[in-house]
């Protein structure tokens, strides 16, 4: 069966702090990656998503990158962190070609 | 583009009750509908899906939802309530096109002993 996992689990980080949160999946070759941010009050907003390796889409213009070094590999990452970044980081997968997604655990982010 | 509208930020009921959890969409295309549910600092689960055939949908937990494509709605029903069904929940629609999910902005549920 398909497992994800995501960490850190929690992580306190200074204002413009780097940041690194990573996401695999296990049980399955070639998914579709996610990763969504969940302020409070705002419902889940779309970050990046990725169908390959080095394929990367951006939805929301931000301090934020992602890649995807390997097939299950997905990385969140800022070089300078801002008040405005906390919140809770989710990474899902789906495989290609159906529209149902998978969650992992999250990511609370809290930036100082 | 597809969008979701849940109606009611927050829901109360008591324990034993009916359950139920508004969703309306809008969609240019046959839609794909999904519920999910989480719990407190959790990722999201699945609860149920619509895709093709059979309206009435049948998810986990004793939950259910019905596809009505005239009213463009999938309300998620449950017949009686426990106390472990307080949680969030969020209504979810596949954006023709793309392989992307647009949500609606949750709900939660509270049960009252």
């Known amino acids: 069966s398909q497992t994800i996992h995501q960490w850190p689990a929690t992580l306190v980080q200074p204002v413009g702090s780097p940041l690194s949160l990573e996401c695999t999946v296990e049980?399955?070759?070639?998914?579709?990656l996610y990763w969504y941010r969940q302020a409070a009050g705002r419902g889940l907003q779309l970050l990046f998503y990725?169908?390959?390796?080095?394929?990367i889409s951006s939805e929301v213009p931000q301090n934020l990158s992602a890649s995807r070094p390997q097939d299950r590999q997905f990385i969140l990452s800022s070089k300078k962190l801002l008040l405005s970044d906390s919140g809770f980081y989710l990474c899902?997968?789906?495989?290609?070609?159906?529209?149902?997604?998978?969650f992992g655990p999250g990511t609370r982010l809290t930036v100082t | 583009a597809q969008s979701v509208t849940q109606l009611g930020s927050h829901v109360s009921v008591s324990e034993g009750a009916l359950v139920l959890l508004r969703c309306n969409y809008s969609s240019s295309v046959p839609p794909y509908l999904f519920w999910y549910v989480q719990y407190p600092n959790q990722g999201l689960q699945l609860l149920l899906k619509?895709?093709?055939?059979?309206?009435l949908v049948k998810g986990i937990n004793g939950f259910e939802a019905e596809f009505k494509k005239s009213e463009t709605s999938f309300h998620l029903t449950k017949p009686s309530a426990h106390m472990s069904d307080a949680a969030e929940y969020f209504c979810a629609v596949a954006q023709g096109g793309s392989e992307k999910l647009v949500f609606g902005k949750g709900t939660k549920l509270t049960v009252n002993p």
């Open positions: 990725s169908v390959g390796i080095g394929q």
């Open positions: 899902a997968w789906s495989p290609g070609g159906i529209y149902e997604q998978y």
């Open positions: 619509y895709t093709t055939g059979a309206t």
């Open positions: 049980g399955t070759s070639n998914p579709n």
